[in-house]
Structures are given as structure tokens and as C-alpha cells.
């Protein structure tokens, strides 16, 4: 139960710095961190060896697109200093995670799961919408976009164990990832002549 | 050997295959044939019976087990195979004449063969998982070497990803209410579920703003593709939920939320349309319209509803491919798809701008065309139904026809001096007039899609019975 509640705050601390953070490194650092957590939680529902997937495949879609970022020269380090609106973003973390945390309390009782699974998970979906919402760059909307379904992932682990359905989902966290480095390629590239 | 091979398995390994050919009229001739093969077998070949092909007697079983799940195909699912596969052939076909070939057709093959394992999983929620992967295919079949992704690929991939977990968390609780029906909470948390993955999933105004921007952003042809698949997939999806589960069925406030909602669509669609100066935008409007009318046939949730839903099908695919193959010919050939731009083409491109216009004025329901048999029962059935419903969605169907005369406007407007020249190749004329005669063809004798439409509303166990 304890470390459940530790997986929620690594969850939060990695969800807020991956929403202040400019810097692709420390992005892709906080996203890994998350996949970790988020393993941690899926583990409580499901065996250790299926729950392996997620945190495999996650720490893969951040691989992917590290490669990716690593490889574009164009590609500046921190763009922006992290404190040019830190407060801001910090804020709206913190208020993103009180939501979640008092929805947490019915969704728990309703899905008959561990309040700090229910938590971390929300946590998780709310730091991705922030970043999906708050944002046009592609990097931070794909990133936004793993951290709300692993978010997701991690309460539907508790109510569905199917084969196929983690295979989809292993899919999709590998698809959009290769998405999210394709759109780095295609922004970098010249075009043909 | 089971029918998901054949009609889920192998046009993913073909579209995998074809990735690596790299001549155009090889892929397209390879991919279109075997689209009109699969279309074909679908049509005569039957589920479950065993038949005799020289001296072999063969079986298509029905399911195929994945991973402790099933993928389905039964008898009631192979016209709708004919449908899908007959309109990839379609799109196939005309791709190298455009020079689009390489990049709609191996990742259009995968597409096709996804959503076609959306209509045959089981669990049917499943579907949601599979239409998001080929989400996934989109942006490298959209976006050309070099090319930026825009705000409206970005917008795409995250509406279309939102609608997947809500989509997920309903069967969930669909769960509990087939356990418990009377469960009246159960059922108002689903319903919201629900109805919000579907707004993401069909665009649904305020989260339509994709289609526009993407139509502004990549090339038409494949936009026309993606317009095509995305929005049929969702629908058939959502009809799916419609027939499966009683308490949608029979919900008391289902037809209103339908109408509501359609009517918006084909509304906003059409009316935006007019005030658009990009063609590409107009044919995006053109699709938000087209998918409210479908919402609006199935409000009518009867037999004649189910019937018009499908019957706004072929007319939809022949009108998007027409006008999409037109907009890429002038937009590989314009500075841009701008109406200022655009001005005066008409003596230099006649085909692609005739083509344009005939396509355009099919969709506004335009007598003589495709689109207007369907326009017309639509508007008959909401006139005896509600007549401010009925008056909306005339509305934006005189919305899409203003667009459309604005089109023309500019497309005419050119200099007396300046002649007439046809500028297309000879595959393009040919498309084009193809294209054109099919708009007339399905106009003048509607009864030809028929034989089809009889038996498409089988896929459909209650809606409409």
C-alpha cells in the first residue's frame, strides 16, 4: 500500500516536471519515471510478467523518440528557461492533482480500487490533458497523449486482463511514439527536390 | 480456412508487401485488383458452407481465434465486405494518375484491413482499439517527406486517441448494466461515456475543426481517403452500439440526441461552406454535412432510416473521390486552392473543374446527381417527423450549393482572350469522366445500387426491424 502511494507521488512529481520542463531530455526522463510508476500500480492488478509489457513498451516509446531528438542536430536543448512560467504550470498541476485526488475518493469506491492506484492513475490522465491542451508542439501533444493513456491503462488494468487488449495497447504506446518521431523527422527533413 | 484471412489478414500483409514495390502502376494495378478480388469474393463466396472449387472442396469458417478473443465474419458482414472493399478499388484505381499511388495504397490496404477487424472483433468494444491503430497509419500516409505536421494532423491524432479510452471504459459499464438493466445510473454514466467518444470519434462540432485544417494542410486525394474511411468506420461503429445494446435502442431520448446533433452538423457543415475561400476547406465542410446526415438517418431509427443510411454510402464515395481527384489535379498544377488562385482554371483544366463542380453539386443534393434520390427521402422522412428539423437540413444542403456556385463563379472568371485548353492526362480525363457518368448513372437510376442495399442492413441484427 505504501509503495502504491510512493508509485502516486513519482507520479505527480514527474508529471509536473515533464509539464514544466522545455528541455526534451528531462521530458523523455519524467516520461520514463511515469512508465515506472504507472508499472508499479498495473502490477497490483495484474502478474508481474503482463504488467512487464507496459513498462517495457512505454520505456520504448521513450526511446523511440529520444533517438529521434538525439539525432536531429536542429534540435536545441532547453528552449526556454523552465522558470518562464514555471509558477503557472506548477500551479496548474498541483490543481490538475487536487481533482484528481478528490475525484480519486468516489472513483475508488465505485471501481473497487486502492485509492492511491485510482489516484496516481488520474493524476496521470490529468497531467496529459493539461499537456495535450496547452500546447501545439508536437513532442509535448504526443507526450501528453502517452501520459493520458497510460493513465488510462493503469485503471483498466484493474478491470480488464484480456491478451488482445494489451497487445492492442502495447501497439498503440509503440504507434504513437513512432508517430511522434515521424512528425520530428518530417519537421526536420528538406523537402525533396 | 477462416474469412478473417481472407478479408482482414490478407490485404494488412499486401499493404505490408506493396510498402517495398516501388513502381506506381504496379501498386495501384496490384492493390485495386486485389481489392476488386476480395470485393468480389465477398459478394458470391459464402460463410460456413462448404463448396467446390475444381476437384478441393473448401470451408470459409466463420471466427478466428487471436489471443482469447474472436474476430467474426458472418454472412451478414460480407456486403458491407463488398462495399469497403469495391470502394478501396475505387480509390486504388485512380491513385497513379496523381502520382499518389505509393503513398495512399500500402498504408490504405492496412487501414481497410483494420477496420475491417473493427466490425468483425469480439467483444465488439474492441473495435475501438483496432479504428485507433490505424489512427496511427495516418500520419505517414498524410504527411510527404519534408513536410511540417500541421495543427490539423496534430488535432486528428489527439481527438481520434481521446475517443478510444471512453469508448474502452463503456464496455466496462456496459457490463454492469447487462447485469443489472435497471441500473439507471449505470446507464445516464455510460450514456455520457459513450456520447462523448463519439463526438471525438465523428467529429462532432465543437471537435470538427480538424477536418478543415487537415483538408487545408495535405494533399486532397489522400485527405478524400482519410475522409472517407474515418467517418464510415465511426459510423458503422456507432450503429453497431445502436443495434447491440437494448437500453440505447430503445432510449427515449436517443432520436432527439440524433437529430439534434445531425441537424448541427449538416448545418454548421453547409453554412460554413459558403464563407470558405479554400476548396480544400469546402470539401471538409462537404464531410461534416455528410456525416450529420448519416446521424440524421439513424434517428429515424426504422427500417426506412437503415436503408438511407446505407443508400448515402456509394453516392458519398463516388462524389469525395471525384472531388478529391480534381482538387489534387489543380492543387499539384495552382499556386494554391485559394478561389483567387483558382480563378479562370476552368479553360486550362476543364476535366478536373467539371469534375469538381459535378462532385460538389452531388453532395448539395443537386437533381439529376447521385446525392439527391437519398436528399430527397431524407428531407421526405424529417418533414413528416419535424419541419424545423427538415428546414435545417435543407439549409445546409442550399449552403453547400452556394458554395459550390461561388466555385464556379471563380472558376469561369477568366480573362475573355485567354482559350480553352485541356491540360490533364489522358488516366485523369478518364477517371474524371468515370467519375462524372457515375454521378449521373446513380442519379437517373438509383435502383442500380439495389441489389447492394438489400442486403447491407443484415449487419444489423434489430436497428430498424
Redesign the interface.
Given at each position: 500500500m505504501l509503495l502504491n502511494w510512493i508509485a502516486g507521488i513519482l507520479i505527480l512529481a514527474a508529471g509536473a516536471w515533464l509539464f514544466i520542463s522545455r528541455d526534451w531530455r528531462w521530458n523523455l526522463g519524467a516520461a520514463a519515471i511515469q512508465y515506472l510508476a504507472a508499472f508499479w500500480l498495473v502490477q497490483a492488478s495484474w502478474p508481474l510478467a503482463a504488467s512487464a509489457v507496459k513498462l517495457i513498451t512505454g520505456w520504448m516509446a521513450c526511446a523511440a523518440m529520444g533517438i529521434t531528438l538525439a539525432s536531429a542536430k536542429t534540435e536545441s536543448g532547453a528552449e526556454h528557461d523552465w522558470r518562464e512560467g514555471g509558477l503557472f504550470r506548477l500551479f496548474a498541476v498541483a490543481l490538475a492533482s487536487l481533482t484528481a485526488f478528490i475525484l480519486a475518493g468516489s472513483a475508488s469506491a465505485w471501481l473497487g480500487i486502492p485509492l492511491p492506484i485510482t489516484w496516481g492513475s488520474l493524476t496521470m490522465m490529468a497531467v496529459g490533458l493539461l499537456l495535450?491542451g496547452m500546447t501545439?508542439r508536437?513532442l509535448r501533444?504526443i507526450l501528453g497523449?502517452l501520459t493520458?493513456?497510460a493513465g488510462?491503462e493503469i485503471?483498466?488494468a484493474a478491470?480488464?486482463s484480456?491478451?488482445?487488449?494489451t497487445?492492442?495497447?502495447a501497439?498503440?504506446t509503440l504507434?504513437?511514439a513512432?508517430?511522434g518521431a515521424?512528425?520530428l523527422v518530417?519537421?526536420r527533413?528538406?523537402?525533396?527536390q | 480456412m477462416s474469412a478473417s484471412i481472407l478479408w482482414i489478414f490478407l490485404p494488412i500483409l499486401a499493404g505490408a508487401f506493396l510498402l517495398f514495390l516501388r513502381n506506381q502502376r504496379w501498386t495501384a494495378f496490384v492493390a485495386s485488383g486485389l481489392s476488386f478480388v476480395l470485393a468480389l469474393t465477398a459478394w458470391l463466396l459464402p460463410i460456413e458452407t462448404t463448396f467446390a472449387l475444381g476437384s478441393s472442396a473448401f470451408k470459409l469458417s466463420s471466427t478466428f481465434e487471436?489471443?482469447?478473443?474472436r474476430l467474426v465474419l458472418t454472412t451478414h458482414e460480407q456486403p458491407i465486405l463488398t462495399l469497403i472493399y469495391g470502394a478501396a478499388a475505387f480509390w486504388f484505381i485512380a491513385s497513379p494518375s496523381i502520382g499518389k499511388a505509393h503513398r495512399l495504397i500500402p498504408l490504405g490496404l492496412v487501414q481497410i484491413g483494420l477496420l475491417v477487424a473493427a466490425l468483425a472483433v469480439e467483444p465488439f468494444l474492441?473495435a475501438a482499439?483496432?479504428i485507433?491503430?490505424a489512427v496511427?497509419?495516418t500520419?505517414?500516409l498524410l504527411?510527404s517527406?519534408?513536410?511540417?505536421?500541421g495543427?490539423g494532423l496534430?488535432r486528428f491524432?489527439?481527438f481520434q486517441?481521446?475517443a478510444?479510452?471512453l469508448i474502452?471504459?463503456t464496455?466496462?459499464l456496459l457490463r454492469g448494466i447487462e447485469a443489472d438493466p435497471g441500473a439507471s445510473a449505470l446507464i445516464r454514466q455510460a450514456a455520457i461515456l459513450l456520447a462523448t467518444g463519439f463526438v471525438f470519434l465523428l467529429a462532432v462540432f465543437p471537435f470538427h475543426t480538424w477536418i478543415p485544417l487537415l483538408s487545408e494542410e495535405a494533399a486532397p486525394y489522400l485527405t478524400g481517403f482519410v475522409f472517407w474511411i474515418f467517418p464510415t468506420s465511426a459510423l458503422l461503429f456507432a450503429a453497431g452500439f445502436i443495434d447491440r445494446y437494448a437500453w440505447i435502442r430503445t432510449a427515449p431520448q436517443l432520436p432527439q440526441i440524433l437529430s439534434a446533433v445531425g441537424a448541427l452538423m449538416v448545418a454548421a457543415g453547409g453554412l460554413l461552406a459558403v464563407f470558405q475561400n479554400h476548396l480544400g476547406r469546402m470539401l471538409g465542410y462537404a464531410v461534416i454535412l455528410e456525416t450529420g446526415f448519416s446521424l440524421l438517418s439513424l434517428s429515424l431509427l426504422d427500417a426506412q432510416g437503415v436503408d438511407i443510411f446505407f443508400l448515402l454510402f456509394v453516392p458519398r464515395l463516388i462524389a469525395l473521390a471525384l472531388w478529391a481527384l480534381c482538387l489534387d489535379i489543380l492543387h499539384q498544377n495552382t499556386p494554391s486552392l485559394t478561389l483567387q488562385d483558382l480563378r479562370g482554371q476552368l479553360r486550362r483544366w476543364p476535366f478536373a473543374s467539371g469534375g469538381l463542380i459535378l462532385a460538389h453539386l452531388s453532395l448539395a443534393g443537386l437533381p439529376t446527381l447521385a446525392g439527391f434520390p437519398i436528399r430527397l427521402a431524407i428531407w421526405e422522412d424529417l418533414a413528416t417527423l419535424s419541419l424545423p428539423l427538415a428546414a435545417w437540413a435543407l439549409i445546409g444542403s442550399l449552403g453547400l450549393l452556394a458554395a459550390a456556385i461561388r466555385t464556379l463563379a471563380a472558376l469561369v472568371a477568366a480573362p475573355a482572350e485567354s482559350t480553352w485548353e485541356a491540360r490533364e492526362s489522358w488516366p485523369q480525363r478518364l477517371f474524371i469522366a468515370l467519375g462524372g457518368l457515375a454521378l449521373f448513372g446513380l442519379g437517373a437510376f438509383p435502383q442500380w445500387i439495389l441489389p447492394l442495399l438489400n442486403r447491407l442492413p443484415a449487419i444489423f441484427e434489430h436497428l430498424g426491424g
Open positions: 495535450i501545439t508536437p501533444v497523449l493520458l493513456l488510462f485503471i483498466y478491470i480488464e484480456s491478451a488482445l487488449v497487445a492492442a495497447q501497439l498503440i504507434g504513437l513512432l508517430v515521424y512528425f518530417a519537421a527533413e528538406e523537402p525533396p | 487471436i489471443l482469447g478473443r474492441y482499439l483496432l485507433e491503430v496511427l497509419l500520419p505517414p504527411l517527406e519534408g513536410e511540417r505536421p495543427r496534430l491524432v489527439t486517441t481521446l478510444m479510452p474502452l471504459f464496455g466496462w
